[in-house]
């Protein structure tokens, strides 16, 4: 792996590789054709050199053909340009035997007879010792192309280099017109074109793996590859062309032997001392880039929102951010030269050596979210789950493995609550006592719980996919699918009991009234409508049934209504005659003691005018006692007569008439500002009365008195008011009783009363629509309440 540049590169000179084997079997097939048509051209090239042999061309086909089948990885393949190689080392090492033992192994003329009158071999159809040597050499770099030792070098790249050696030192010698340098007296002389074809051929296997063994320090994006790549050209070619116009002068006579050597080595100094230049300032520009992208690279690291963690191929941590020591706890020096081990739980860390060491021999890119459950470790020794992102990169140091990590614990966390939530709503909607039926836009059933089941008759499995209509009556379908369609284009909620009745039907085809209640249920962009659907057979049996038993009690209680009526009446008019055949021999009795007490008091002795005035005290009593059942009787027969009365003017009058028998006494009042009431004054004046002198009465006790009469608005549609005092109050446990007639919650000889007041005073305020109630504390006040209707 490398950067995108790089890459291209790679690729670049590997199709150099492809074209450079087909350029040597294409040749090697062109001078095969001028053995059989006998074409001088293509066997020497130029007239009066050396022809390339029929085994040497034999070699190049296969030479091409093998180079060509090892640009592709699959065994086959290689296999059989395995085999190829082994040939041509077979017949590189052959000739070379005849020329060590002299001997003739009948190969070099086995196709072709070598009859040039001009041959150049001491051994017609012999390809040349070098020849020989560079085709030993290059069957055994094809054989051996992927072969590498432990300390990573590549046999095939040093075993090309070296023919690649022997074929320039045949183009140096052709160049410079040296003999010797082509040919080992007095053996075959080796062709211009072959030597050529050897170069190509060596070139070719060099740049078919330009990433691996020696090729990778010249192909590489480091200094070391950009200045081989600037100079090891011009030192091969720069000096073969100096050597070679120096020559060329001193034979046309421009020039001695010294000047001439002189004239080269300056040459040399001066291009040499320029390359070296233009290459120092190429690295230290490519220097300066590679800072300053090292630089951005550093800050895109530091500034990234996830840990970075870079390890290398044994598994050493050589790079951390500074949000890797935030979500690891480790600071940036104890992190790294540590195994990446150190960042994953203990029982994880055997299992992930293996997974590492399997992971480095075939690395690959792997992204996040591969559905793989990670947990890392901190510091503390806490673990949490993470998302990991793999990405292997190669460097001048060697391979590099960039981890992103992700804490996903609030993901986690959100996915959990997800799960609870959805595992919660389904078990809600699975137990419901309800039948729940979901639809979506179309009105497709997607879900049913076992109550939809048990209502309807379906199984589940019958349901899904159908549509609701299916458990309509088919009398409603039509008006049920408008209904539908005005409901999806403006879904709101629908409770239950809308007054509408609907109908659900079973399987069977029968029928049974229904409650439903709808709720849209957002899904995305999309939406989904849930369904409430409850059986209420039993509840519409059970409201007719009420119903009616309405209906009878409704009679009943007009009947006992209009009973109790005459009975009321009647027993006032029993009352009301009781009461007033009493009041004539009261006063009769009344009369007669007190005349008898006046005309012979002096008479008589202290026991019996005590007894007299106690029979004369009890019959005013009596007397009085019967005034209010007489005025208790009248209020329940009396008609009402509304008006609109001033409620503070009758307060200020019945306050007034208080004085009299409040002379002497120290009572504060405060009365507030009342609003005006719709009711019968006279029977208000009455329940003022009754209150305030109860009121008055009850805090007789006390050194200062202190009476209020205020009101305050009631639930809105009444006006309350009320009388306060702090007399001598009353337990609560009482006030239930308290407006009952003849209820007393003080002796006689404390507070005088019949105990008819509270309660005319609660007849009164019923018959006008209103309330009564009191709230007190024992010796700490009491307060009677009493509310009017506002209209």
């Known amino acids: 792996m490398g950067t995108p540049s790089e890459i291209r590169f790679l690729a670049s000179l590997r199709r150099f590789s492809l074209i450079s084997s087909i350029v040597v079997c294409a040749s090697g097939l062109g001078v095969l054709g001028g053995w059989i048509f006998d074409v001088q051209a293509l066997k020497s090239v130029f007239p009066g050199l050396a022809t390339m042999k029929v085994n040497t061309a034999i070699c190049f086909v296969l030479s091409g053909v093998s180079l060509w089948l090892l640009q592709d990885g699959r065994t086959r393949q290689r296999r059989v340009a395995q085999v190829f190689a082994g040939i041509i080392l077979l017949v590189g090492a052959v000739t070379l035997a005849e020329y060590l033992t002299g001997g003739d192994l009948g190969i070099d003329q086995l196709l072709f007879r070598d009859t040039s009158a001009l041959s150049d071999s001491s051994i017609p159809g012999r390809m040349s010792p070098q020849t020989a040597l560079s085709f030993l050499l290059l069957g055994g770099a094809l054989a051996l192309l992927d072969a590498e030792t432990r300390r990573g070098r590549r046999p095939a790249q040093f075993l090309a280099l070296a023919a690649a050696a022997f074929a320039f030192t045949v183009l140096t010698g052709y160049t410079y017109k040296v003999v010797s340098f082509y040919r080992i007296a007095p053996f075959t002389e080796m062709a211009i074109h072959t030597a050529v074809l050897l170069c190509a051929l060596s070139a070719g296997i060099l740049l078919a793996r330009p990433e691996f ?31 070679w116009v120096r020559m060329e002068g001193q034979r046309a006579g421009l020039y001695g032997t010294e000047f001439g050597l002189a004239l080269f080595a300056a040459s040399n100094a001066a291009i040499f001392a320029a390359l070296t230049y233009w290459s120092a300032l190429a690295v230290d520009r490519t220097d300066l880039e590679r800072r300053q992208a090292e630089g951005k690279f550093r800050d895109i690291v530091e ?16 790079l951390v951010n500074h949000q890797a020591e935030a979500v690891f706890g480790y600071s940036r020096e104890e992190l790294l030269g540590e195994a990446i081990e150190i960042l994953l739980p203990e029982q994880h860390r055997g299992a992930h050596v293996g997974h590492r060491t399997g992971y480095v021999q075939a690395p690959t890119t792997r992204p996040m979210g591969t559905g793989i459950s990670l947990v890392a470790r901190r510091k503390d020794g806490s673990t949490f789950p993470v998302d990991i992102n793999l990405s292997p990169t190669q460097t001048k140091e060697g391979l590099m493995i960039t981890s992103i990590v992700r804490d996903v614990s ?32 179309s009105g497709s059933i997607t879900f049913v719980n076992p109550k939809t089941e048990e209502i309807f008759g379906y ?119 009781v009461s007033h055949d009493l009041r004539a021999p009261l006063r009769h009795i009344d009369g007669y003691i007190e005349l008898i007490f006046r005309k012979a008091s002096d008479k008589l002795e202290e026991k019996p005018r005590r007894h007299l005035q106690i029979v004369m005290d009890s019959a005013r009593k009596m007397g009085n006692l019967i005034d209010d059942l007489l005025a208790f ?15 503070k003017r009758l307060v200020d009058q019945v306050v007034r008439e208080t004085k009299p028998d409040t002379a002497g006494r120290e009572i504060h009042w405060q009365i507030a500002d009342l609003p005006e009431v719709e009711g019968d004054p006279v029977m208000l004046r009455l329940v003022l009365v009754n209150l305030i002198s109860n009121a008055v009465k009850f805090t007789r006790t006390r050194e200062e008195a202190r009476i209020e009469v205020g009101c305050r608005s009631g639930d809105g549609s009444e006006t309350v008011f009320f009388v306060r005092d702090n007399g001598v109050g ?62």
């Open 213 to 243: 063994g020696v090729m990778k320090l010249v192909t590489g994006e480091t200094p070391g590859g950009l200045t081989v790549r600037r100079l090891l050209p011009a030192a091969i070619l720069v000096p073969l062309a100096l050597g």
């Open 303 to 318: 500034a990234a929102p996830d840990a970075i963690v870079g390890v290398d191929a044994g598994g050493r941590i050589m």
């Open 410 to 441: 609030e993901r986690k966390r959100t996915e959990q609550a997800l799960k609870d939530s959805e595992a919660l709503f389904r078990g809600l909607l699975e137990s419901a006592a309800d039948a729940v039926v979901i639809v979506d836009r």
């Open 459 to 577: 199984t589940r499995e019958e349901l899904l996919g159908q549509s609701i209509d299916v458990l309509v009556p088919e009398r409603f379908r039509e008006r049920h699918n408008r209904e539908h369609t005005a409901y999806i284009s403006a879904p709101q909620p629908r409770p239950m009991c809308t007054a509408l009745s609907l109908c659900g039907r079973r399987k069977d085809g029968s029928e049974f009234p229904a409650d439903i209640s709808l709720g849209p249920l957002e899904i995305g962009d999309d939406f989904v409508v849930l369904s409430i659907v409850r059986d209420v057979t039993e509840r519409k049996k059970a409201e007719e049934e009420i119903r009616k038993q309405n209906e009878e009690l409704e009679l009943r209680v007009l009947q006992r209504t209009a009973q109790l009526e005459a009975a009321n009446k009647e027993l006032e008019s029993f009352a009301y005659s």
């Open 633 to 647: 009787s009248r209020m329940g027969r009396a008609e009402m007569l509304r008006s609109r009365v001033e409620m």
């Open 730 to 791: 009353f337990d609560m446990q009482y006030a239930g009783s308290l407006f009952g007639i003849f209820q007393r919650l003080h002796r006689e000889d404390e507070f005088e009363g019949t105990g008819i007041g509270l309660a005319s005073v609660r007849r009164i305020i019923h018959r006008q629509g209103g309330r009564t109630w009191a709230e007190a504390v024992p010796q700490g006040g009491a307060t009677f309440y009493f509310s009017l209707p506002k209209s």
